[in-house]
């Protein structure tokens, strides 16, 4: 079943506020298994809506209208649709008694204007509205349900989920099951993966893998459709499988999984502690781990030693090794993983150190260049990076990498 | 002028990602005195792009197409431009060799999926993408400009104000002259905000005021139009004196500034040096202030003490103050913030310490207690407060209060 979704309203064609009805009907009409066709937007204006009624009607089986059902004057969706289908509207009685009640009982004074939350297209099925004054309804246009409901956002959530997903249900019976998941994966570019993925064992009927790449980390969704929900799951296990043989290491998580989340969880469960010495990322590290609740458990102290004096007294490296190699060196890096390792107790030393710019380069160490030490009871690594971007880019891209290498230390721990 | 914008991708009408880049297109057309006549997204479908540039090209004057132009196989808004005004696509050597060196240079393999990115629809113009790889095009159609950029944001959002905005000045002369400033508040909620400002004095023809809350900022976002550009500049800045009359104290920054960059600009001017004690907050307040390029001239140092000793080891805070008074007291917040001043040497000393949830709270120090500090050479204050909200808000709004402390104590030095 394709779905349109027409949103109405001046604030938002204005860029005044931003649209979240949509992107939340298209999730749950997914999740049901319809497909949204088009998602259109128009001002508060009788011809805009009216074309708009049109075109989706033209390539959608049904249609979800949200917005201008307010009493004020440039509230004139009930209208402008009754006018477009070629219908009178007419003011419900039993819906403007309700209406003046709840004025009474919320002690609100009743104005004229608020007769328009009563009226309706005629041959309209009302549809009550459980958290505000504003009803939608429901009007067959050639066979095909148009639904229209108010745009404030908790009360078009709650109508759509409570109102229209019902409605729709009892008339389109679907036959399609759909099982999804979400892949997170880091180290790997979009193409990368894209041609790692090329392949015809992913090929399967019913099967879609698109790709979301949210700076610095690329998500893969598999939808899996199919009229046997068991197959559906089944065809969706088989494909995650299959990825996560081609991308094993790179995939960090799943569905709500985040980078930080999931490291501390390796942390937790192994019962191993962890300090942070930060140069270059600020504090960022320690911000991402402090975001998990619980991670009080792991995390002993971070440091973010900006200056040379501070890195010299809470790890421990020598003035002398940061004048010879600088600053900004394995070396350092390495001693600071392993200083604040030392001086905290820990399991675990992390350290960043590298010039996050704009200014601060050299020829041999140019703006992006950043060195992630990672100290354990099995030795200490680091590695060299070189990052384009500007400085907030590669402050995210080097706490990820940081973590990952954490991340990846502690998956070969559990293994 | 009527703009149409044309938003293309699956994990769009699927629900999966929210689009800002249609807002942000339609504030700033509005800001030009351009009218959006309709937003319309579509999945990566080549009839429905058809059906959606057909459609708003029949109610526009421009359009804007966004997304779609990346190099995997369901980035298709290019051959389906092409295809909808019947043209050729092909491959523009100059863009492919500049690909190329870009792949080079960043030491990133070149994959042969990302020819795609140097095609084009024939008789295109090519517009350059500062910010990324995928170029945009401009064609003509029916004497009316298409324009197609990427749908990545911040690439989306720099080529239409950089590239597209330009070009249809150049091409639609507009008589309106807009005039923007936004200010930004912190310490007042929006309906105390609303109640300062409702004032006749503010009340001038042409002068627009929206709210923008942004946790945990509200942005005032004064709008002024008139026919004669002066007066425009000169009703904006009347208003504006009038708002900071009223707001005075509450006012950080204004259009592009930062709570950072503020406190920064402050630190940097009066040569003052700054670190930070972070329990908390777990390395936010660094965070941001690190964002803030050359902060390395005043950040000395931060530490971040989640455990018990790393508040004795690196701030110097006796252990018997911690058991006697627990590690969230307004005692330990002080002693925070003097031993991490004292020990760093700086002029500047800042702390928090505080429940951020879910779990930790106590009858007398419920979740969501805080205590921030700031010891300067004038003294130490400390204030308590009380957050309801999530973990990640709590962080965000101390982090936000103890920067407008230190700002606020900053702006009375340079008075």
Known sequence: ????????????????????????????????????????????????????????????????????????????????????????????????KQLKERFGRFGLPWTKNNVKQAMFP???DIIANPVGTACGFLIERNGRPVIVIPGVPVEARRMFTGGVIPLFRERFTCREHVAKRTIKTFGRTESQIDQILSHEDLEIPGITIGFYPRFPEIRLVVTSRDEDSERAEENLRVVCERIEGRLHGHIFGYDDDTMEGVTASFLTDRKLTLSVAESCTGGLITDRLTDVPGSS???????????????????????????????????????????????????????????????????????????????????????RFLFRWDRRRIKEISSQIALNMLRRFLVKEMD
């Open 1 to 96: 079943m394709d779905i349109g979704i027409l949103v109405i309203g001046d604030e938002l064609t204005s860029g005044m506020t931003l649209d979240t009805n949509s992107s939340f009907i298209a999730r749950e009409s997914q999740m049901q298994g319809w497909h949204v066709s088009s998602v259109m937007t128009v001002g508060d204006d009788g011809d805009a809506i009216k074309g708009g009624l049109d075109y989706l009607l033209g390539i959608s089986d049904a249609l979800v209208v949200t917005g201008g059902l307010g009493p004020t004057a440039d509230d004139i969706t009930t209208a402008a649709v009754a006018g477009a289908f070629g219908l009178d509207s007419y003011i419900d009685e039993a819906v403007l």
């Open 122 to 124: 005629e041959g309209a």
């Open 297 to 383: 458990v792991f995390l002993e102290r971070g440091v973010v030693t900006y200056s040379n004096t501070s890195k010299v007294e809470l790890l421990g490296v020598p003035a002398s090794v940061i004048e010879k190699r600088g600053a900004v060196s394995e070396e350092v890096a390495i001693l600071m993983a392993e200083g604040v390792k030392k001086l905290a107790g820990t399991d675990i030393g992390l350290s960043t150190t590298g010039i996050a710019g704009p200014t601060g380069g050299t020829e041999e160490k140019p703006v992006g260049t950043v060195f992630i030490a990672l100290a354990t009871e099995e030795g200490t690594t680091c590695r």
